[in-house]
């Protein structure tokens, strides 16, 4: 369970559903979760919609079932500011959902170790977007230079990070997680984006999720490489032409 939270490091959090049971296990579950700060829920989402206007909150618990506006529905008309976690009895949503761009996608009976994982990234997203990143060193800053360098937007601020310093690129839905010795930052955008913007003689795709950059790879086994330390996954599809690029072939 994580430690304690203070207020500022609180979500705030409401959860809309047409189920009073539904609505009474995102409760439970939310008291359970210190870092969770559930101030209403709603079955009727129009009544929700009317209430979030002058209530900006963090975090939605959204059920994509609901008569009148179904959840999906929903998301569009409250608009893109909080994060969005879907709940629903039906399994064959979950790719709408992802294209929403939801932290995550529960379905009921939810059990509470499933809960708090998915809390668990909307409370990493949510970090992601403050500025809580170490400075770049002094020395980096003597490298830095508008060609070796990338301004990456993470929330509602830019970041330099020099290329020589990122380690590997880990896909989370339609965002990016740029890993480097330092820090992390997550940012809006796609495989193919970051491979264009990214010098392809030492950055290259090895899994649907992940880019690694090949003068950081420390070790190759059959399934994954190892990069500062972290395992990350090759998939079957890649491991060859991987090979011949460390090889100096590619």
């Avoid at 940012?187 to 491979?195: I, K, N, Q, V, Y």
Wanted: hydrophobic share 40%.
């Amino acid at each position: 369970m994580p430690g304690s939270t203070t207020k500022e490091e609180q979500i705030s959090c409401i959860a809309v559903d047409d189920e009073p049971r539904a609505l009474e296990v995102i409760r439970l579950h939310a008291a359970r979760t210190p870092f969770l700060n559930l101030q209403r829920t709603f079955r009727s989402p129009v009544e929700a919609l009317a209430w979030l206007k002058d209530n900006p909150i963090g975090l939605l618990f959204l059920d994509i079932n609901m008569p009148d506006v179904s959840g999906l529905s929903f998301r569009d008309l409250a608009g893109p500011s909080m994060m969005i976690i879907f709940t629903t009895a039906y399994s064959e949503y979950a790719v709408e959902s992802y294209e929403q761009d939801a932290v995550d996608y529960l379905v009921k009976p939810i059990r509470y170790e499933r809960f708090l994982k998915a809390a668990l990234r909307a409370r990493e997203r949510q970090l992601a977007q403050r500025p809580q990143l170490q400075p770049i060193p002094a020395e980096a800053k003597e490298e830095d230079t508008l060609s070796n360098s990338l301004f990456i937007k993470s929330g509602k601020k830019h970041f330099r990070l020099l290329i020589d310093k990122i380690l590997y690129l880990e896909k989370d839905g339609n965002y990016l997680w740029f890993h480097t010795p330092e820090r992390r930052l997550i940012s809006r955008f796609s495989m193919g984006e970051a491979l264009d913007m990214l010098p392809a003689a030492q950055f290259m795709q090895v899994h649907r999720s992940f880019i690694v950059a090949l003068p950081h790879v420390e070790e190759v086994e059959v399934h994954q490489v190892k990069i500062g330390g972290h395992s990350i996954p090759v998939a079957k599809a890649y491991r060859e032409a991987l090979m011949a690029r460390l090889a100096g072939r590619g």
